[in-house]
């Protein structure tokens, strides 16, 4: 059987280490833009979702992403709303366990995605006020094309 371990602490690092000291209107559209921009420069077609206390703040979608995408990024921020994580923690999670989060949290299918590509909106000393989604790609993608662009935001501001 698969050690996920690994896997999950580096996840969990990036939940701690990945928190806004504040986050803006203007905070989320250079998030987004900057997300969008690292799919343009790798040829990805993504949509990207930015929600604050529920608000979105930031939504756009690149021209092969259609309605599949916004159902997936509310099946995703549903897993991180109701579990506190990102959902691609949760999808290596269950896999840890041997099992669905439809089998296992007993949630609808149709509702919940514990798949990667939904990461909470943390700011340090608050804790999750939203979520930064992205759909398109694999979720492991989905998940690292978000976590490569709050690295570059968010570290320069912690030196």
Same mark, same amino acid.
């Given at each position: 059987?698969?050690?996920?371990?690994?896997?999950?602490?580096?996840?969990?690092?990036?939940?701690?280490?990945?928190?806004?000291?504040?986050?803006?209107?203007?905070?989320?559209?250079?998030?987004?833009?900057?997300?969008?921009?690292?799919?343009?420069?790798?040829? +990805?077609?993504?949509?990207?979702? !930015?929600?604050? #206390?529920?608000? %979105?703040?930031?939504?756009?979608?690149?021209? =092969?992403? *259609?309605?599949?995408?916004?159902?997936?990024?509310?099946?995703?921020?549903?897993?991180?709303?109701?579990?506190?994580?990102?959902?691609?923690?949760?999808?290596?999670?269950? +896999?840890?366990?041997?099992?669905? !989060?439809?089998? #296992?949290?007993? %949630?609808?299918?149709?509702?919940?995605?514990? =798949?990667? *590509?939904?990461?909470?909106?943390?700011?340090?000393?608050?804790?999750?006020?939203?979520?930064?989604?992205?759909?398109?790609?694999?979720?492991?993608?989905?998940?690292?094309?978000?976590?490569?662009?709050?690295?570059?935001?968010?570290?320069?501001?912690?030196?």
């Amino acid at each position: 059987m698969e050690d996920y371990t690994p896997l999950l602490e580096q996840i969990l690092k990036q939940e701690q280490e990945l928190q806004f000291s504040a986050f803006s209107n203007q905070t989320a559209i250079q998030v987004g833009s900057a997300i969008l921009a690292r799919a343009q420069s790798m040829d +990805k077609q993504i949509t990207v979702d !930015i929600r604050k #206390n529920g608000t %979105v703040l930031f939504h756009a979608k690149m021209d =092969e992403n *259609g309605p599949g995408n916004d159902r997936w990024i509310t099946r995703k921020i549903n897993v991180v709303n109701h579990f506190g994580h990102s959902s691609y923690y949760m999808n290596v999670l269950y +896999k840890s366990w041997n099992t669905t !989060i439809q089998d #296992n949290a007993f %949630v609808d299918p149709m509702e919940y995605a514990a =798949e990667g *590509g939904c990461f909470p909106l943390l700011i340090r000393g608050a804790g999750a006020v939203g979520t930064i989604s992205v759909s398109g790609l694999s979720g492991e993608e989905d998940h690292e094309m978000i976590v490569a662009v709050l690295e570059q935001i968010i570290k320069p501001q912690a030196s």
